[in-house]
């Protein structure tokens, strides 16, 4: 029953009725409780857990390579006792290959994000680093070294 | 660490009673175990058995499956890998019909309920369960049979394998499923792996010898 305005006294006193109606009703024994003994002994009705059994799909001479290929796994994995076969993976690229790509890649990803006038700042490092690489080159644009500074219109 | 007491074993109380008759076996490895290798051509359905079962009825969403116990077994079409609800099994160009053979294992298997069947394990991947292809022949042998050519290096297996390339299925229900390219070369291996049972060693690398030389 849902009453309103119940108030919150009277609601308690309610409850408690109730209680003590439900657990006079509720049965119980009255005898000790039985101590649980551990049971060593587990009880099992397959032959898979006793014996090591063997796969039971098999291909012989190449039959069904599939089924070749799925025994391999299946009984290497009963004969380890499935140890974790974490071997290291043979990898199509060397570690130090991959760290001098590494290295690359960092510094031209790094200026994709740079801002336009740092990117112009690079772009003159770059060539002056050409220009000391060639020998006897003029040196193209000088103009663009120096920063531009703001020209006041001439009147 | 806990004793396992397999099938023919049975606790009662403190100590176990033996429910079979054979030979007693124990394991040491893994906290000890005992069992009773005993000998018996009815297959009992257990949970985790790889069976071969035969498509017997469809029923809605489920097959009924004869693997040889008391009750045919059922399997949910979405029990296959990467079967869904709009995508039904349709493995190898027929979809599964009545009178295909099924190689799955029990997800529930016990007195009180009918027997489930699944094709995939427990991490989702079908590995070698499923519908088992065309041809090839399906015949039964007694379940100590099974057990013995599923031991680990059995001599048998060792023995037929250098004969020539075939394909063989092993249900734990006692069902043997062989194909062979050619249909005398499966009668051959039929007929072998029906009669090793009660043939020696000796006896079967005679057979195996005139069969080589022929």
Not at chain 1, 117 to 146: C, F, H, I, M, T
Not at chain 2, 111 to 135: H, L, N, R, T
């Amino acid at each position: 029953f849902m009453q309103r305005g119940l108030d919150s006294q009277t609601k308690k006193q309610l409850e408690e009725e109730e209680k003590k109606i439900i657990s006079e009703e509720h049965w119980y024994l009255d005898v000790p409780d039985l101590k649980e003994k551990e049971c060593c002994i587990i009880e099992e009705r397959s032959f898979l857990s006793c014996e090591d059994l063997v796969y039971g799909r098999m291909s012989f001479k190449g039959f069904n390579p599939e089924i070749e290929k799925l025994m391999i796994q299946m009984n290497s994995k009963c004969k380890e006792e499935e140890t974790e076969v974490d071997d290291k993976m043979e990898a199509d690229v060397s570690d130090e290959e991959m760290a001098r790509r590494y290295e690359t890649l960092v510094g031209t990803i790094g200026k994709k994000f740079l801002r336009k006038r740092d990117q112009r700042v690079l772009k003159d490092d770059d060539e002056d680093e050409d220009d000391e690489v060639e020998e006897g080159n003029s040196n193209p644009r000088p103009s663009k070294r120096a920063k531009k500074m703001f020209l006041k219109p001439q009147d | 660490g806990r004793l396992l007491c397999g099938p023919g074993l049975r606790r009662s109380g403190a100590g176990l009673l033996v429910t079979k008759c054979g030979l007693l076996r124990h394991r040491a490895a893994g906290g000890g175990a005992y069992w009773v290798d005993s000998q018996q051509k009815r297959y009992v359905p257990v949970k985790g058995d790889h069976v071969i079962g035969i498509v017997t009825a469809k029923a809605g969403d489920v097959f009924r499956l004869d693997v040889g116990g008391s009750e045919p077994a059922s399997l949910s079409y979405l029990a296959f890998e990467g079967a869904t609800k709009r995508n039904r099994p349709n493995v190898q160009a027929s979809a599964l019909g009545v009178g295909d053979l099924i190689y799955g294992q029990f997800l529930v298997a016990n007195k009180d309920m009918e027997p489930e069947m699944v094709c995939i394990d427990s991490s989702g991947k079908s590995s070698g369960m499923g519908i088992i292809g065309q041809d090839g022949f399906l015949f039964k042998v007694s379940l100590g049979l099974i057990r013995k050519l599923l031991a680990p290096k059995c001599e048998i297996i060792q023995d037929l394998s250098q004969l020539y390339p075939f394909e063989l299925v092993l249900g734990m229900n006692g069902r043997i499923w062989v194909k062979a390219k050619t249909v005398q070369q499966t009668l051959i291996l039929v007929n072998i792996l029906e009669a090793c049972e009660y043939m020696t060693a000796e006896q079967r690398k005679q057979a195996l010898a005139k069969l080589s030389g022929n």
